[in-house]
T-cell receptor, first 113, second 110 residues
Framework: DADVTQTPRNRITKTGKRIMLECSQT?????MYWYRQDPGLGLRLIYY???????NKGEISDGYSVSRQAQAKFSLSLESAIPNQTALYFC????????????FGAGSRLTVL | QKEVEQDPGPLSVPEGAIVSLNCTYS??????FMWYRQYSRKGPELLMY????GNKEDGRFTAQVDKSSKYISLFIRDSQPSDSATYLC??????????FGPGTRLSVLP
């Protein structure tokens, strides 16, 4: 099983719909992240959480919300999806020691029509 | 100006060639430098990381950091078709989150 699991892997939805992307991890890491990847823009941080009671906005949090249900679970919600939220979304975890290396999931491809 | 710049490619090389991938950055406070490899339809995976300046070698891969020039490089020796992927550089300062480059798409032709 993968260390970081994302569901769904692919989702097509319509403008205005609410969408939730889920992430679970078996690394035992406290730190979890949601990134968005767009061609030519690289990975941009949406939200991050250093423990269950800690939620922080990243670079591009507008239009998104998150929930940290447990140490191993971190979900991303789009309350009312819009077409420019069409992107590849990645969940990641990190070990806080030293380099804080990120371990990524396989990604969730979201298309908003 | 973006904080981290990276030539998006695509870069096509013949099998066996030496590949040089580069990133420039503007924030002189960055201390941790990473290279991630991302295959199509997969998440990025850590390839190399370097703390502060200097070189680090791991098999066919060498990472270099030149903080005076704000420039990092990844060299791939004896490149293989399996090295075809997008390569992302990432860097951060103490206590900060990583900033990623946009990635360079590499194709190694058999």
């Amino acid at each position: 099983d993968a260390d970081v699991t994302q569901t769904p892997r692919n989702r097509i939805t319509k403008t205005g719909k609410r969408i939730m992307l889920e992430c679970s991890q078996t690394k035992g890491h406290d730190r979890m992240y949601w990134y968005r990847q767009d061609p030519g823009l690289g990975l941009r941080l949406i939200y991050y959480s250093f423990d269950v009671k800690d939620i922080n906005k990243g670079e591009i949090s507008d239009g998104y919300s998150v929930s940290r249900q447990a140490q191993a679970k971190f979900s991303l919600s789009l309350e009312s999806a819009i077409p420019n939220q069409t992107a590849l979304y990645f969940c990641a975890t990190s070990d806080p020691g030293g380099a804080n290396v990120l371990t990524f999931g396989a990604g969730s491809r979201l298309t908003v029509l | 100006q973006k904080e981290v710049e990276q030539d998006p490619g695509p870069l096509s090389v013949p099998e066996g060639a030496i590949v040089s991938l580069n990133c420039t950055y503007s924030n002189s406070a960055f201390q941790y430098f990473m290279w991630y490899r991302q295959y199509s339809r997969k998440g990025p995976e850590l390839l190399m990381y370097t703390y502060s300046s200097g070189n680090k070698e791991d098999g066919r891969f060498t990472a270099q950091v030149d903080k005076s020039s704000k420039y990092i490089s990844l060299f791939i020796r004896d490149s293989q078709p399996s090295d075809s992927a997008t390569y992302l550089c990432a860097m951060r300062n103490y206590g900060q989150n990583f900033v990623f480059g946009p990635g360079t798409r590499l194709s190694v032709l058999p």
